[in-house]
């Protein structure tokens, strides 16, 4: 029995047009308006119907009556193909949406920095409202690992803190760029200025996060600095803006942050902004530039059409 059931599903003369056809007469209970419904002959659709007992080997119609009447293997046939016709306008939605976009899942990974901007939250808003259907596995990681991690396949994209060094294979586009603000001791002597210039803290020693010097909030201190005339003294570092900012609060250093950082309300420190430069702390969406997820390639084209 399985090997004529098997024989039977891989019948090439069996095709699903023929469960069309006869769940049609079916519901038609008339071969004229059965063909009808169809856009076919009705000599056609009784060909048909005779070759698809001839392929299940069991009649389906009780010839004898003159109105369509189903034999109890026509019972069961009806049945099924009802079920797997369903399935099959189901499974093509699926895969037309898929297709499109509008189902299927992603993974993001981000630095925490990112999500203070607010282009984390911002994005993924706009993008379950467009999308769904779409599952969003959003993942913090540092900005290296993230990198690693989307050339590898592991990650679809992540939001990191510009300057990057991308890996081969990837790309970026620059979604949010955000002015600098100082980070001081409450008991430095300009904590108390409406705004400063980078100038005024030449002398004093920057605390960056332990990274490259050409990464991350790293390259955008020394990018400022440089803009501003002058050769950082980075002498501290730090794993996190949180161990930054303490260090800052009891005067071992000054910092450069992203101006978003500035609701992060630690004890002992000033916000102070910053004048006369006019570089920015930018973050970026870093993915792979070949990408096959319609899903992923939706989020990155919604991504450059959203304002800085």
């Known amino acids: 029995m399985p090997e004529q059931r098997s024989k039977l599903l891989t019948s090439k003369s069996f095709e699903l047009r023929h469960l069309r056809y006869f769940c049609a007469l079916v519901d038609e209970k008339n071969f004229e308006r059965a063909a009808a419904k169809l856009g076919i002959a009705q000599p056609g659709l009784s060909q048909q119907i005779m070759a698809l007992e001839t392929i299940l080997g069991a009649p389906l119609l009780d010839r004898s009556r003159r109105a369509v009447q189903l034999t109890q293997s026509g019972e069961v046939l009806y049945r099924e193909a009802v079920k797997i016709l369903m399935q099959v306008d189901a499974t093509m939605i699926a895969v037309n949406r898929a297709g499109r976009g509008e189902i299927g899942q992603i993974s993001i990974g981000y630095v925490a920095s990112a999500a203070y901007s607010g282009v984390v939250f911002e994005t993924i808003r706009k993008f379950k409202q467009e999308y769904p259907d779409v599952s969003v596995n959003l993942v913090e990681m540092e900005l290296r690992m993230q990198l690693t991690r989307i050339s590898e396949g592991l990650l679809d994209m992540g939001f990191v803190r510009w300057p990057a060094l991308l890996l081969p294979g990837l790309t970026s586009?620059?979604?949010?760029?955000?002015p600098l603000v100082a980070v001081l001791s409450e008991t430095h002597p300009l904590a108390h200025q409406a705004t400063i210039e980078l100038q005024s803290l030449k002398d004093e020693i920057f605390i960056t996060p332990r990274q490259p010097a050409d990464i991350g909030f790293h390259g955008t201190t020394i990018e400022a600095c440089h803009s501003a005339g002058f050769e950082p003294n980075i002498s501290a570092q730090a794993l996190d803006f949180t161990e930054i900012a303490s260090r800052a609060s009891i005067g071992m250093g000054v910092a450069l942050a992203p101006k978003s950082l500035s609701a992060v309300g630690l004890p002992g420190i000033r916000y102070i902004d910053v004048a006369d430069i006019s570089t920015t702390s930018d973050v970026a969406l870093a993915f792979r530039k070949s990408e096959a997820s319609q899903a992923a390639k939706s989020f990155i084209v919604m991504c450059r059409h959203m304002e800085l």
Request: hydrophobic content about 50%; proline content about 0%.
């Open 173 to 178: 586009l620059v979604v949010r760029k955000e």
